[in-house]
């Protein structure tokens, strides 16, 4: 197997960040580029050192290779992609005999995935002193592992935040048609009063056009066309 892409740049390339000439990490160690030092093979680190970008992009490529292999050789168990990616970065940042001799290994190779994250999260000590920057990459790499997992268990549950509102369910809506309803009826009431009353087609009309019952019903009825015209495209653009 091989680290992801996506945890290259996650997990490692943003918690080493990239110096293109050579310094001391909190250990005093000599380090270059995304974390290179001289153990990790070459080149050398030494103190005044300068390469260019794409010179620690090939660098971290070549040593991402042995650490991959010595994950791959330690671990005894299978691992899904993050989980793979997880231990890598791990190895990365804390190195090969680190990895090798530890209790976190022990876990893996007994099949106990549940008790990694605590594991992982006993590796934030520098020197004695917990360190803010480790942390923040156990951390990372805790919920790197656990992703498969939690994308399993929110596929089991049913979300409560997102519920698919529609004009059925809506008060605003139901509201509107209602009172459309109830205005109509009336309208129709008049209407049918009319029709009797009136002896022709002309009288029918000019009576409804005066009547002043008819006109308020008309213009509840045209409201409420306009309220539920207007929450239903509401809700087409925001949901709610």
Not at 15 to 39: D, M, N, Q, S, V
Not at 58 to 80: C, G, K, M, N, Y
Request: charged share 20%; hydrophobic share 40%; with cysteine.
């Amino acid at each position: 197997m091989q680290i992801s892409p996506p945890a290259i740049e996650v997990l490692i390339k943003a918690f080493e960040g990239c110096k293109l000439e050579a310094y001391r990490c909190p250990r005093g160690i000599c380090t270059i580029g995304y974390g290179h030092t001289t153990a990790a093979g070459a080149p050398a680190v030494q103190m005044g050192m300068k390469i260019t970008q794409q010179q620690a992009d090939d660098i971290l490529s070549r040593d991402l290779h042995q650490f991959e292999d010595a994950v791959t050789r330690l671990v005894h168990q299978p691992l899904t992609q993050h989980q793979f990616d997880v231990l890598v970065d791990f190895t990365y940042n804390a190195g090969v005999s680190a990895f090798s001799g530890s209790t976190l290994l022990k876990k893996i190779n007994t099949a106990k995935f549940d008790d990694v994250p605590a594991e992982l999260m006993k590796w934030v000590h520098v020197n004695g002193k917990v360190t803010p920057g480790l942390v923040r990459r156990r951390n990372a790499e805790v919920a790197w592992w656990n992703e498969k997992k939690q994308v399993q268990d929110d596929a089991r549950s049913t979300p409560d935040a997102v519920v698919e509102r529609t004009m059925a369910t809506s008060k605003q809506g139901n509201a509107a048609l209602l009172t459309a309803g109830i205005g109509g009826l009336g309208a129709a009431k008049e209407v049918v009063q009319q029709a009797q009353d009136a002896a022709d087609t002309a009288n029918q009309l000019v009576g409804l056009l005066s009547n002043t019952n008819f006109l308020i019903m008309s213009a509840v009825v045209g409201l409420a066309a306009a309220i539920w015209y207007w929450r239903k495209r509401h809700m087409e653009k925001y949901g709610v």
